[in-house]
């Protein structure tokens, strides 16, 4: 313990450019290049030519990842996730470069939805965590609203009522979002119920064993206990059944373990990639109203583009028709950012669908999948619509139950020791 409060009181103590290091030493920002064997060991390798120790250059990986920090002002400096920066810097220069020609568009257009599919399978194929996703959600919106202050809205042909919906619309969808990363409806273990809960009955105050040389009494709590040990017995199996060996907890109906984020979920839907946390009973609303105000205001932000750079021409056709749009660069660009915003819109309208089907049939995305794995579900739609007809109770009832489960939470989960 007084190990354990040092070492906090250190942490406390340290300044905005300190940390402290995966070996558990205080290390500074400052001294990314120093003491470090394993990166002159890869360097005087790969001067002399020989072949690289594997173990040499995961050392110098981790070394890397771990001396890279920037500075905070509580709690000393922060490490920055490799994965965040991709976004930042692929997304302006492929935009760019893709409205200097209409064939580097198509070539562009056609390259970044398979780059972003192919990470996707490789980092679900490992289930591991990425902030890849969730950092191109949020630089994608950023830097669209910035572009259509900067490029459309000084062309004149907008009002301040047109800046002012989108604007409010870039505010809503990012509250919605902090909204849903906050709890997914996380089950942990009922820390006050640490003794076992077993029942021990004993004879009523006012009868005597000895009456009727004990042969009624002994029936009945023979009878008794025989049922108790029965019903105690289903629910230990039940629990056993249900019990999570990583989280230690008991599962309730329709939970399940996240492989991704290491937690029990209580009705868990999915793990989405682009909040980068997982939908379950507590955020499963507010994940939907996040994609519906995302899509509302894609959505309207472009049909304003394309009023503003192709002004001869209907708007269902100017996506695909726009005579002229290249000729400057500024138009070019922001017909090219309509085209992405179509592109990552008409992806989330259709996880949206898949949601909407789900909540009408009252299942879940991991319960539709497990159902069509073991082909005991009714589908339709090329398996748009999965009906697994377990907890399906009419297209009211599924709707009002849906609007209402973040209400009703599950209690704290049984401890441990009832199990035994």
């Not at 230990?236 to 990583?246: D, L, S, T, Y």
């Not at 377990?390 to 401890?415: H, K, Q, V």
């Amino acid at each position: 313990m007084k190990k354990r409060g040092k070492k906090v009181l250190e942490e406390e103590r340290l300044c905005c450019c300190e940390y402290v290091n995966r070996h558990g030493d205080r290390s500074h920002v400052a001294a990314c290049f120093c003491d470090c064997e394993d990166l002159d060991d890869a360097c005087d390798r790969f001067l002399k030519r020989e072949p690289q120790k594997s173990e040499s250059m995961s050392q110098v990986a981790e070394v890397v990842t771990d001396r890279l920090r920037v500075p905070w002002l509580w709690g000393g400096a922060r490490k920055v996730d490799l994965s965040i920066i991709p976004p930042l810097v692929l997304l302006p220069v492929l935009l760019r470069l893709a409205a200097l020609h209409y064939l580097l568009g198509m070539v562009v257009m056609t390259a970044l939805p398979g780059l972003v599919l192919w990470y996707y399978y490789f980092t679900h194929r490992k289930k591991g965590r990425t902030l890849f996703f969730l950092s191109l959600a949020l630089f994608s919106l950023s830097y669209m609203y910035y572009l259509f202050i900067t490029e459309v809205f000084p062309n004149g042909d907008l009002g301040l009522v047109q800046l002012t919906v989108v604007t409010a619309g870039v505010l809503l969808t990012l509250v919605a979002l902090i909204h849903t990363k906050r709890d997914p409806g996380i089950l942990r273990p009922n820390q006050e119920a640490v003794h076992s809960t077993v029942t021990y009955y004993t004879p009523l105050a006012d009868r005597d064993p000895a009456v009727n040389g004990g042969r009624q009494e002994v029936t009945m709590v023979s009878n008794r206990a025989g049922l108790t040990e029965q019903v105690g017995d289903e629910l230990k199996e039940n629990n056993k059944r249900n019990w999570c060996a990583v989280c230690g907890v008991v599962q309730p109906p329709r939970a399940g373990h996240c492989r991704i984020c290491g937690v029990c979920v209580q009705r868990l839907d999915h793990h989405c990639v682009w909040i980068n946390s997982c939908v379950g009973q507590a955020n499963h609303r507010s994940f939907l109203l996040t994609l519906v105000l995302f899509l509302l205001t894609s959505l309207y932000g472009i049909s304003l583009v394309l009023q503003s750079v192709c002004p001869k021409q209907r708007l269902f056709t100017a996506l695909l028709y726009c005579p002229g749009v290249y000729n400057q660069y500024s138009t070019a660009l922001c017909f090219t950012c309509a085209w992405y915003c179509s592109i990552v819109t008409g992806g989330l309208l259709h996880l949206l669908v898949v949601q909407v089907i789900n909540v009408s049939y009252n299942v879940t995305e991991r319960e539709a999948r497990v159902a069509l794995r073991d082909k005991t579900a009714h589908s339709a739609c090329w398996g748009l619509i999965v009906d697994t007809g377990i907890y399906s109770r009419g297209f009211r009832d599924n709707w009002a139950e849906f609007m209402t489960m973040g209400e009703n939470l599950s209690p704290p989960c049984p401890a441990p020791t009832d199990l035994v």
